[in-house]
T-cell receptor, first 116, second 117 residues
Framework: DGGITQSPKYLFRKEGQNVTLSCEQNLNHDAMYWYRQDPGQGLRLIYYSQIVNDFQKGDIAEGYSVSREKKESFPLTVTSAQKNPTAFYLC???????????????FGDGTRLSIL | AQKITQTQPGMFVQEKEAVTLDCTYDTSDPSYGLFWYKQPSSGEMIFLIYQGSYDQQNATEGRYSLNFQKARKSANLVISASQLGDSAMYFCAMSPDGSSNTGKLIFGQGTTLQVKP
């Protein structure tokens, strides 16, 4: 079955620690995205990537970093510079069309990150 | 700047009745797409329906339809014959189409729908 796999489902971070959230897709999608969701709120874009070895900052990139070394993988690192990391993190992917209509994004099941 | 507004934090509907979830948007892009997603309590985001700004007809997908009023910049979701499994949070989202298409989505704050038996 094609889809997006996020791991771990739950993650705890200690003060001053960097943690990495995994996102893998087997949908052969070019574009991948990371969103943050706070309780009762909508999603906010952290980073996105339309092609391997290239990525762009979203609206709330400070304190986060990403890499895109493979088409299938787009890991997100929450660094110690992110002072309020407790949130639900969602990874998504989509087909990229450089002209014409958008394609829907497909989402993983998310990772809940908390501070110890 | 692009913005999505969902003014209903919570809604109740009786099972088997129809319900409308409101969404208004603001953009200066001439071409854009509008999406609705469902988020159950388990957290995953489920794509429901898409409407392109130049589409002549309102989008429909099974029990979901999108009431698109371009002049009013509204894109309301209509769920017909509500089921208990429809209880979830619903998000409206927007993205530019065409040459400025980066695939990025801008989300509203969401509306929590509860279906009563």
């Amino acid at each position: 079955d094609g889809g997006i796999t996020q791991s771990p489902k739950y993650l705890f971070r200690k003060e001053g620690q960097n943690v990495t959230l995994s996102c893998e897709q087997n949908l052969n999608h070019d574009a991948m995205y990371w969103y943050r969701q706070d309780p009762g709120q909508g999603l906010r874009l952290i980073y996105y990537s339309q092609i391997v070895n290239d990525f762009q900052k979203g609206d709330i990139a400070e304190g986060y970093s990403v890499s895109r070394e493979k088409k299938e993988s787009f890991p997100l690192t929450v660094t110690s510079a992110q002072k309020n990391p407790t949130a639900f993190y969602l990874c998504a992917s989509s087909i990229v069309l450089f002209s014409g209509h958008n394609q829907p994004q497909h989402f993983g099941d998310g990772t809940r990150l908390s501070i110890l | 700047a692009q913005k999505i507004t969902q003014t209903q934090p919570g809604m109740f509907v009786q099972e088997k009745e129809a319900v409308t979830l409101d969404c208004t948007y603001d953009t200066s892009d001439p071409s854009y797409g509008l999406f609705w997603y469902k988020q159950p309590s388990s957290g995953e985001m489920i794509f429901l329906i898409y409407q392109g700004s130049y589409d002549q007809q309102n989008a429909t997908e099974g029990r979901y339809s999108l009431n698109f009023q371009k002049a009013r910049k509204s894109a309301n979701l209509v769920i017909s014959a509500s089921q208990l499994g429809d209880s979830a949070m619903y998000f409206c989202a927007m993205s530019p189409d065409g040459s400025s298409n980066t695939g990025k989505l801008i989300f509203g704050q969401g509306t929590t729908l509860q279906v009563k038996p």
